[in-house]
């Protein structure tokens, strides 16, 4: 028998997973449909270094990601719990004259020669995925696994559905402006690098980053867009290695322990928040198309599509 619920969150992503708690922590009773469990979502395989990457619209995002950048700091004060750790470390190329006005509200930002020098949340995404999940359960809301193959589905069961759907709200909207933008990474035993590396080259697929996780060196990556392969290329991981091995040669010899891929859900316009009448009654408020960011804008959106669920 299914639960009686007041709202059907679609997608269990991180999108998904922070409206539902927001929701649920509301006192709404909460209900999260996901085909795939968390483990197994586009979420749990990002680098996750909070930084507005890749995402639109430049005059929303810089206040969504600050709302975000200040629970993730919050939530650094327990990082076994949470899975978030503050981590210095150099966006290479980078200038502060040329990010936009959200950057003035970072705190202890030096500019030296390679490029910005911060310290930044790092989130290890499988524990904070199961964080979220455990917060959500704690609040009353529901996980369920299901696939869904149109939202009257889900308002049939419930007033207002959110649609957090991530690339999947390609065909459920349907909107043809969501696209993947793949990411390949590798993961290496840490030879002992404790500080995070960014090298982004805006023109193209390849991206450089290092990032020290509990379970290994993280290297990355690709950016590469309308790639909807989801298995590794190992030309590309080998590749991966030897770009990250120029900036830290100690990686070079770093043991291979493992490889991943997602698929970002990009959106030609940008990240959606609206609310709409479905046709057979109830409300739709979408929330998706955070492309790389999903992780760094999770509160504030998370939040802006709550608000509109009334």
Known sequence: MSTVADVIVVGGGVSGLTTALLLAERGLRVRVWSRDAAPATTSAVAGALWWPYRIAPEALVGDWSLETLRVYEKLAAAPAETGVRMVAGVHRGERLAALGPWARSLEGVSEVAEGLRVTLPLIDMPVHLRWLEDRLTAAGGVL??????????????????????GLDARELVPDPGVRPVRGQLVVVENPGIREWVTEADPVSSATTYLFPQPGGLVLGGTAEVDDSRTETDPRTAEEIVARCARIRPEIAGARVIGHRVGLRPARDAGVRIEAEDLPGGGLLVHNYGHGGAGVTVARGCARAAAQLVG
């Open 144 to 165: 369920e696994r299901r696939t869904v193959r149109g939202f009257a589905e889900a308002a049939a069961e419930a007033p207002v559905v959110v649609n957090c759907a």
